[in-house]
């Protein structure tokens, strides 16, 4: 399967700020049977599940509101997968979401830490 270019440079982006501000990159697009985290980062002690939206406008709305109740599920269960398998039950996690606006200025971020609470299927 092809990887979305957008989306990869994105990642790329993302990356990269997250290194500025600290984060310690563990692992991209990491994959399960469930899906695909975009990044799997150390912010301190703590792991963090870095979900990266971007968008060329506002048309849409921001591109954290694109993650919703669903996506926000989704993530949760691929990440307690990653957790199992990599035996991490005890480590405290989060999730983030990263913004990204690409405009003609340059790229814009807007990072939410804690942007959401484990959430799983009823």
């Known amino acids: 399967m092809a990887v979305n270019p957008r989306g990869k440079d994105a990642e790329d982006l993302a990356s990269a700020y997250l290194k500025r501000i600290g984060y310690k990159i563990l692992e991209r697009n990491y ?5 695909e985290i975009d990044i799997v980062a150390r ?9 990266v939206k971007s968008r060329r406008t506002a048309r849409f709305g921001t591109p954290q509101e694109s993650v ?6 989704k993530i949760s269960l691929i990440a307690l997968w990653f957790l199992k398998e990599k035996r991490l039950d005890d480590v405290p996690a989060r999730f983030d979401v990263l913004g990204i606006r690409l405009g003609s200025g340059g790229p814009k ?3 939410v830490r804690n ?6 299927w009823q």
């Open 68 to 73: 919703n109740p669903s996506k926000q599920r």
């Open 109 to 111: 971020f807007e990072l």
């Open 43 to 51: 912010d301190g002690p703590v792991l963090v599940f870095v979900e």
């Open 115 to 120: 942007a959401f609470d484990l959430a799983v």
């Open 31 to 35: 994959r399960c049977a469930l899906g």
